[in-house]
């Protein structure tokens, strides 16, 4: 295959589940020119250093990833929004072999409308931080600590996502007052969620 990156080989090496339908998609998306790289510790295709699509795996599926997948046509209906908050990227999973070589034709294709949208300059138009729901438990904290409503203002805005999220998840009042408790100082320390 060329176009392989050895920096990438160690995450195709290291595969106990989904090895051969990890090479496959790797030998599908090679085919189509792009890029390979290793970000985020998985393969990552890329145009032009665009994020075009990566391949990943989980316990019952391995798939890949198309970055922008939302401003694909979909014809097959087969993109999938991992989780109700991802906005723009959108998978193809797999769960055999037989899938992947089922639908090769199709995986091109969809690569291929995906650089194509990259070569159009074309973009997500993604929620804004105040379109997302402030919970109660925080509103409160904010409205109680003047100093925790500034550094929150401060934070860049895919770290306020990211504790409104952490924070809106729980079902229980009580869940999501603890959840605001823990974040109060790394907030006021100006740190992200995962920081």
């Known amino acids: 295959m060329s176009g392989m990156n050895p920096k990438v080989d160690f995450y195709f090496t290291k595969a106990k589940a989904w090895k051969q339908e990890y090479?496959?998609?790797?030998?599908?998306?090679?085919?189509?020119?792009?890029?390979e790289e290793l970000k985020w510790g998985v393969p990552c295709?890329?145009?032009?250093?665009?994020?075009?699509?990566?391949?990943?795996g989980f316990k019952d599926?391995?798939?890949i990833l198309f970055h922008?997948?939302?401003?694909?046509?979909?014809?097959?209906?087969?993109?999938?929004?991992q989780t109700e908050n991802v906005q723009a990227g959108r998978q193809i999973r797999f769960t055999d072999l037989r899938e992947i070589f089922e639908l090769e034709p199709v995986i091109k294709a969809y690569v291929k409308?995906?650089?194509?949208?990259?070569?159009?300059?074309?973009?997500?138009?993604l929620k804004?931080?105040?379109?997302?729901?402030?919970?109660?438990?925080?509103?409160?904290?904010?409205d109680e600590m003047p100093a925790l409503k500034n550094?929150?203002?401060?934070?860049?805005?895919?770290?306020?996502?990211?504790?409104?999220?952490?924070f809106s998840a729980p079902k229980l009042s009580k869940t999501r007052e603890s959840r605001v408790e823990k974040s109060v100082q790394p907030i006021l320390d100006g740190k992200g969620l995962d920081d």
């Open 128 to 142: 804004q931080t105040t379109e997302y729901a402030i919970p109660e438990e925080f509103q409160r904290a904010l």
């Open 68 to 81: 922008k997948g939302v401003l694909l046509k979909d014809p097959k209906g087969i993109l999938i929004q």
């Open 45 to 56: 295709y890329t145009y032009e250093k665009k994020n075009i699509v990566l391949i990943h």
């Open 61 to 63: 599926y391995c798939a």
């Open 151 to 166: 550094a929150f203002g401060g934070l860049t805005p895919g770290r306020q996502r990211a504790y409104l999220l952490y």
């Open 23 to 35: 090479e496959r998609l790797r030998s599908i998306i090679l085919d189509t020119g792009l890029t």
């Open 113 to 125: 409308e995906a650089i194509e949208v990259e070569r159009a300059g074309l973009k997500v138009p």
